[in-house]
């Protein structure tokens, strides 16, 4: 099953990639944890945080010169 969920009393986003059980969950970077099967494949993604990430502003790139 593959389904998004935003859970808006905690401004959380998680994405469903399987019906698998959870076995290990990695925080990968501040508030985005992902979870694995006992395989090691990536089943679900959380995002906390998620209306106010989507308001800030982009992160500037660097060009740079080959």
Not at 57 to 65: F, K, L, Y
């Amino acid at each position: 099953m593959k389904l998004i969920r935003y859970d808006k009393s905690v401004d959380a986003l998680y994405i469903d990639l399987s019906d698998a059980d959870v076995y290990d969950t990695h925080e990968i970077e501040p508030g985005v944890m992902v979870d694995y099967d006992r395989d090691g494949k990536i089943i679900g993604v959380e995002i906390l945080d998620f209306m106010e990430r989507l308001q800030e502003e982009p992160a500037q790139s660097e060009e740079v010169a080959a």
